[in-house]
């Protein structure tokens, strides 16, 4: 769930990402630099409800604090994002949590995967989000 919401509903987004080991965090740009690693992330939107997004994302790279850091660089960061969202604000709406939830995984290895090949093809979705059915309800997602 993030911040309000991107002008298209859906898109594969690049940007450049830069670890800072002392910080704990990341840092976006759109242009490479020295020891930056490209990020590519993929969203749909799914609903929106007042100043909120509920995304879809599918993580074409995997790196750290990617899909908050890669929102938060678009002016979208997520709902109760401590590290690069408003979490004060947030705390005061009663959210005290990310709400960032891997409610699917899906294995489709494309080198071998050695003790792990047992799970190529294997997907495991959950349920139900808290926090989804709390503010839209009885969305499908």
């Known amino acids: 769930m993030i911040h309000g919401c991107p002008k298209q509903k859906s898109d594969t987004l690049t940007a450049y990402l830069k670890k800072d080991e002392d910080k704990k965090q990341v840092f976006l740009k759109t242009t490479p630099s020295q020891n930056s690693k490209m990020i590519k992330t993929a969203y749909q939107v799914l609903a929106q409800k007042d100043n909120l997004c ?8 995997g790196r750290t604090h990617q899909i908050r850091a890669h929102f938060s660089f678009l002016g979208h960061p997520l ?3 401590g590290k690069y969202g408003n979490i004060q604000k947030d ?18 290895f494309k080198t071998p995967a050695g003790c792990l090949e047992y799970l190529n093809k294997k997907s495991f979705q959950i349920e139900r989000i808290w926090f989804v059915d709390e503010l839209f309800g009885d969305i499908i997602y």
């Open 54 to 61: 509920l995304v879809k994302i599918q993580l074409l790279t």
């Open 79 to 81: 709902l109760g994002d």
């Open 91 to 108: 705390k005061k709406q009663g959210f005290r949590h990310q709400a960032l939830c891997s409610y699917k995984l899906q294995f489709n």
